[in-house]
């Protein structure tokens, strides 16, 4: 910002406007709102050349600028022009900045004009010669995502991440090492029906926000387990989104989930519930987004091979290593699922599965339904919706009853089986939640199973 001075100045001499040999002051209210980077040189540039007359002041009312100066008089890109374009669009004003920037802020639909340089925007002032609108992108097909086909065997996992796609469902891998759990979570983005328009939006104000690239599908984040806190939720002296809001509308994948540092876990447990995080600083205070769907895996030990002759993990090392995951927050993961090792007779014999294609067209259809009957996926049913569109024959009630009381399930992991029961009856194309999708939902709780079974 102190360098913003020298910008203006040699930009305003180089574009052949006259600089005003007196005292400027500039004020950039609120005093209070943290001001950072040179988005704010153009406005700077265009107030002083109205309050010297150099360009009518009348024609600035219904304007607003961003952009970064060269010293040439030329235009820079700026992060955040989105959610400025937004709140422009909202307000019913126009938007001028950067050429560069101009494809992301025009998804707002409001009016944005782009410009090259300083000469261009005075010249729209002027009413000599308008600016070009700037060009929505266009739409782009999910690509890079790999292919479900290469997994081989391994078909209740593929199914467990079939399910968790078409109901946005939490889902845990666990199992040896070399088994695919990262490989099946790496095609869940491929699974998953593309952004509508306003989650399209949402994603790219996020990244435009960051200053990150833009996005035309489904974001997958798998941060290293290293991350910190702040990492992974956002923050800094200068608030910036962390990977949970980068995650917004598409996967959090957190391989080796143990091995994050606890606290960091922790933290997810509210975003995973409500949709949000809020992160309160010295100097601000703000809101990002956080609708993520979190996929993770980990081993059964801290070497991996328990069960085999080759674990040395003694008992007080698997339980530290298992207790990283807190009952709080496995109960936030729907679906907790064992892949299990395959011989290389297993791998060489089985027969190549189903494309994503096939299993996305599924997954879109179930996700139809659960839009045309609640106007919202499975995953995101609260109180009274549960009631009335996860309602059970007398049958499924004493079923799943009995089942929670010997597994000693809490109440939300209780609503959580009923959402993955309902995603199941939609998979089946079935209005009624039957006695087997009660059945299959629980049996996807394989942890709770496991706990008790120490317990006892």
């Keep these: 910002m102190r360098e913003s001075r020298d910008r203006v100045r040699s930009a ?243 391989d080796e989930m143990p091995e994050f540092p606890r606290h960091a876990l922790e933290i997810l447990r509210e975003p995973l519930e409500n949709g949000e995080v809020r992160i309160s600083r010295a100097r601000a205070q703000v809101t990002y987004p956080a609708n993520f769907q979190l996929v993770a895996a980990m081993n059964p030990c801290p070497c991996g091979y328990l069960g085999e002759p080759r674990c040395r993990c003694t008992p007080d090392q698997i339980d530290r290593y298992r207790n990283k995951l807190s009952g709080p927050l496995l109960d936030r993961i729907d679906m907790q699922v064992e892949v299990a090792s395959m011989s290389a007779g297993q791998l060489q014999d089985t027969p190549v599965g189903e494309s994503s294609a096939q299993v996305r067209a599924r997954v879109a259809a179930a996700r139809q339904r659960q839009l045309a009957r609640q106007e919202k996926i499975n995953a995101q049913l609260q109180g009274s919706e549960l009631d009335r569109h996860c309602a059970l024959g007398k049958n499924e009630q004493t079923l799943l009853r009995h089942s929670v009381e010997q597994l000693g399930l809490s109440a939300r992991s209780y609503h959580r089986v009923l959402k993955v029961a309902r995603t199941l009856a939609d998979l089946a194309g079935e209005e009624q939640i039957g006695a087997g999708q009660i059945a299959e939902a629980l049996a996807y709780r394989n942890l709770d199973r496991r706990q008790l079974a120490e317990t006892i």
């Excluded at 079939?162 to 790496?186: C, D, I, Q, R, W």
């Design 12 to 254: 305003l001499v180089n574009s052949h406007f006259e600089f005003p040999q007196r005292r400027i002051t500039v004020n950039l209210a609120p005093a209070d709102l943290p001001k950072e980077g040179g988005r704010y040189d153009l406005a700077i540039a265009i107030g002083i050349l109205a309050a010297s007359g150099q360009v009518p002041c009348e024609s600035l009312e219904s304007y607003e600028f961003i952009g970064e100066l060269a010293l040439t008089g030329a235009l820079r890109e700026v992060a955040g022009s989105l959610p400025a374009a937004i709140a422009c669009a909202t307000a019913g004003r126009k938007l001028v900045l950067p050429r560069e920037s101009g494809s992301e802020a025009a998804l707002a639909g409001g009016e944005v004009k782009v410009a090259d340089s300083l000469l261009q925007v005075c010249a729209e002032l002027h009413s000599r010669e308008p600016l070009p609108q700037a060009q929505r992108p266009e739409r782009e097909e999910a690509r890079g995502c790999a292919d479900l086909a290469d997994v081989r065997g391994q078909l209740k996992a593929r199914r467990a991440l079939e399910v968790a796609a078409a109901g946005g469902h939490n889902l845990l891998f666990y199992g040896p090492p070399g088994t695919g759990k990262t490989m099946l979570a790496s095609r869940l983005p491929g699974i998953l029906p593309p952004l509508a328009t306003d989650e399209l939006i949402e994603v790219a104000a996020v990244y435009s926000s960051a200053g990150l690239a833009q996005l035309r599908q489904r974001p997958f984040r798998a941060p290293h387990h290293s991350a910190s806190s702040t990492a992974l939720v956002g923050g800094g002296s200068n608030p910036k989104p962390g990977e949970i809001s980068l995650a917004h509308r598409g996967v959090l994948f957190l």
